[in-house]
């Protein structure tokens, strides 16, 4: 995330973002605000810590060394997790964690092996959501006592955010901006890597997406996706 203190066009749109946030009277006190963010905080640790893991073992599983290198081959959140990325997400709703740094060259297939590695923090999210929404089935099914205490409905709350967040985490990472793994995705797909038009968009591809979150465009396409994919879980397992 070096090129992002680089930019001040970046900066700029991170403090609209978090002028907007602060102004639009979301929160009616401080508490609430601290509420909300302790039912967040272990969701998005875990959706974050197990997205870059999964890059970082596919990666090494695939022939790239690099991650296990660099301590990232591990679910350890202090692995993973960008402090400025996570301070950003709990303020501005949008952050970022630590990037896994892979070494393509060392990959036998190396289209087939980065297309893998980019899929491979996605599915997670969605083996995440999916694993979590079977536990709040089992835990429903003893609401009766479960339901009736105050720890009970925060974990309850906890385990619905960590669903919610991971499909967030999920959709938006398919979105084809770089940095995002579905611009790799395509660029793996179509073989863009030594084109102009992935130069172009590369290099301009943080401040595109700033673009599209201080302009909303970016929740008005995972809106719909993560209650279509919401939807879907809950009648597989209600």
Not at 120 to 141: C, D, E, P
Not at 157 to 167: E, F, K, W
Not at 182 to 190: A, D, K, L, R, Y
Not at 210 to 219: E, K, P, S, V
Request: charged share 10%.
């Amino acid at each position: 995330m070096k090129r992002l203190f680089a930019n001040p066009m970046i900066l700029v749109l991170l403090a609209i973002m978090a002028y907007q946030t602060i102004s639009s009277g979301r929160y009616s006190s401080p508490l609430d605000w601290l509420a909300e963010t302790a039912i967040l905080l272990p969701a998005i640790v875990i959706a974050i810590s197990f997205h870059e893991f999964a890059h970082a073992i596919v990666a090494y599983r695939l022939g790239d060394d690099t991650p296990l290198a660099q301590g990232r081959v591990t679910i350890n959140p202090a692995a993973h997790i960008d402090p400025i990325g996570l301070v950003a997400l709990l303020f501005i709703g949008f952050g970022w964690g630590r990037p896994v740094m892979i070494n393509p060259t060392r990959f036998k297939k190396r289209r087939l092996s980065e297309l893998l590695v980019g899929l491979s923090g996605v599915t997670m999210n969605l083996l995440l959501a999916i694993l979590f929404m079977g536990l709040l089935k089992i835990l429903y099914q003893f609401q009766w006592v479960f339901m009736l205490t105050e720890i009970g409905v925060i974990i309850s709350d906890v385990i619905m955010q960590i669903v919610l967040i991971n499909l967030v985490l999920l959709v938006f990472n398919l979105l084809p901006i770089p940095p995002l793994d579905g611009f790799g995705v395509i660029t793996q797909i179509f073989n863009l890597e030594n084109t102009r038009f992935y130069r172009e968009v590369y290099d301009k591809g943080f401040f595109i997406l700033m673009i599209l979150i201080l302009f909303n465009i970016t929740g008005k396409i995972l809106s719909p996706c993560v209650n279509f994919l919401y939807n879907l879980l809950v009648s597989i397992f209600f």
